[in-house]
């Protein structure tokens, strides 16, 4: 029998702090009034805190996606020639975008559970040497197989070749690494329903002095998504279209949980998610998709024992504690099953996850003695709080 | 001093009812799980009857705006010849938007403060001989100005031409009459933060057969947008991209309070409010921007009176009693104000807020007795109380 709400364990939307429940009540108001304005003010200079940047950060109201059509359709133009490096899915979409909107798309895929190898795309980037690719696009934390690209290696392989370097960052932004500035990144988009703990509803835009310079020179269709007109309004503190005000308060107590924890720390707890679930799966005998060495500390991939088939897993754990977990997506449908860390989940909801994971495995008839996990779980932990 | 909360009465967003502020604080839940398909099936189908149509609704995470630019990228394409009726702001945005992605747009313009004629539109369309036109844009409820066109009639001028009928209804949907199907109209776009009554940050778009033809054969740009992709996505009871879950549940809830109403009874109100308003205006000695017979019953245009300015009466209203009314747009800036009167507002709220206008106005010089406009809100009120 099931009691209670959803046990959310999704690589987003992620469960929605009370706090920022409480806050995202409070009435409507007057969305080119004075107080929209510092609340805009404020979340936009915290949204450039979280990406560590001080260049110009754009909120739209749009799912994390709507980010992605926007960088392309202000920063590559018809014909453009692209670098589209892909790992999974969402690589996979961001180049569609680009190839929808005109651009000539070059795409070099990895094996979905690797990250890309940044010494292949030095290669690639080294033989175009009349500088016909425009722009870069890359995964930060790719959603579909739980794996991190190296991002800050991947900017340096590309060195001083002037194509533009964006970055999909949806679900990567505030779980795993990121340093926009120091990193020298010139687009990076993320969403709101991640790492930011927000429901879903809105996207984030950075782009420095380069990627505006570009900007100018674009000749792409676009309206809703037009950086100029973002830009503009926000000099006045607007947005160009009326902003999901909900979801800017929920945002402003967001951003203000985020820095009274502290990026760092936050980022230090997404590495012990990760390394609690990875080790507590790895003592069941299960399989990771992803290595140690590139895994997400956003989310984690665990391959499903031959024969169960990971979507039986899926269902039995929601069927006997309410506990939703992810899908593999496309041809890791029912090979691997996901378990989202990011945001605002618990040492103590991961505990109770993995317990509850290996009373099913069990139940479905997998071999193993139940506690394994858990105990595996619970000395992780142990050495967590010991530093 | 000012004490509680802003009193809105914007033509949008609009005050959110409580039941629906209660609703969205429900914890976020999986976008691809079945609890979610049963709300999208449910506000999909509430939606239609809003719009009095069988055809298509897509629910986009978006500001109204990005409703138009996908009844634009669905279904005009570059090069396709588009005749815009503009009678104000959105209008004019909505004919940019259709020249910004490629469309030859010929833009009839009636002054602001007119609804477009009809005839003037039928010489116009009958000229078109060799059907050239392949798209007509118009907008519903234009709310920089407060008119609302005779779509009806807009519709029936056009006859048998074969051009698209598109419909911006972004703040006119539920506010004032409009029968999609009745009216033979082919794309409808409207949005939440208006007769909805919640927070902005969705946007409806439907859309008939006829409609889905002219996709079949359309050639713009688009991805974010593509009602392909929502179609496909629809039918699984999902959405292609993460829904804003939180304003889907204040949907649901919006729809379940306007179907208790009656759609009928919604409109009737707001006519009443129009009434109400716009005596009480004219008894305190002011021009309105709109004749009567084209007002809208979402909002009031109101023409301050010589030498005031109408943001002079804006501020000392939020000042003196935290009342936010809209300005004039543009050409019309400082010259009137709006009185927002369209989704959760009462007859009380409007009482009180046309006394607060008469002190307002009498404490900036205007003269005026005390309480003749209050008197005749009164009287309304009682005709139609006594109905």
């Known amino acids: 029998m099931i009691v209670g709400e959803q046990f959310l364990l999704l690589p987003g939307p992620t469960p929605v702090p009370e706090r920022i429940v409480r806050a995202m009540s409070k009435p409507v108001i007057n969305h080119r009034g004075p107080e929209f304005k510092e609340i805009l003010g404020e979340v936009t200079e915290g949204v450039k805190k979280v990406y560590r940047t001080s260049h110009n950060v754009l909120i739209y109201p749009a799912s994390g996606t709507g980010g992605l059509e926007a960088a392309v359709v202000n920063f590559i133009s018809p014909g453009d020639r692209v670098l589209a490096i892909s790992i999974g899915v969402f690589g996979d979409r961001f180049a569609r975008i680009a190839a929808e ?16 190898d940044p010494q292949i795309i030095r290669d ?21 197989t739980g794996v991190c690209n190296d991002i800050k290696s991947l900017r340096q392989a ?46 984030f835009m950075a782009f420095n002095d380069r990627a ?6 674009n000749c792409n269709h676009r309206y809703y998504w037009d950086i100029r007109a973002g830009l503009n309004y926000l000099d006045k503190g607007q947005n160009p279209f009326t902003p999901p005000i909900s979801l800017y308060y929920g945002l402003r107590e967001a951003l203000q949980m985020m820095l009274e924890e502290g990026l760092e720390n936050i980022l230090q707890r997404h590495l012990g998610y990760r390394r609690l679930v ?25 391959i499903a024992p031959a024969g169960m088939g990971a979507n039986r897993i899926r269902r039995a754990m929601q069927e006997e504690f309410n506990i939703v977990m992810a899908g593999g997506q496309q041809r890791l ?29 069990i139940k479905l008839g997998y071999p193993m003695e139940p506690g394994v996990g858990a105990k595996k779980a619970q000395e992780i932990l142990l050495k967590i709080h010991n530093n």
Chains 1, 2 share one sequence.
Not at 125 to 137: P, S
Request: hydrophobic letters at 50%; zero cysteines.
């Open 278 to 302: 990875r080790e507590a799966v790895k003592a069941m005998g299960l399989d990771l998709l992803a290595a140690d060495a590139n895994a997400s500390p956003a989310l984690t991939s665990v």
């Open 158 to 203: 590309v060195g001083e070749h002037p194509a533009l370097f964006i970055v999909d960052a949806v679900s990567g932004l505030a779980a795993a690494d990121l340093d926009m500035d120091e990193w020298n990144l010139d687009v990076v988009v993320s969403g709101s329903q991640k790492a930011f703990m927000i429901p879903p509803g809105l996207s």
């Open 333 to 361: 449908d029912d090979v691997i099953f996901r378990i989202g860390h990011l945001g605002y989940v618990r040492e103590l909801d991961l505990l109770s996850v993995l317990a509850a994971l290996e009373i099913t495995l």
């Open 101 to 116: 909107f005109g651009a000539v798309v070059d795409k070099i895929d990895f094996p979905w559970g690797q990250a890309a």
């Open 212 to 217: 505006l310079a570009v900007y100018d020179q």
């Open 124 to 144: 690639k980037i080294t033989r175009d040497v009349n500088h016909e690719i425009k722009a870069i696009l890359v995964t930060h934390n790719e959603t579909s």
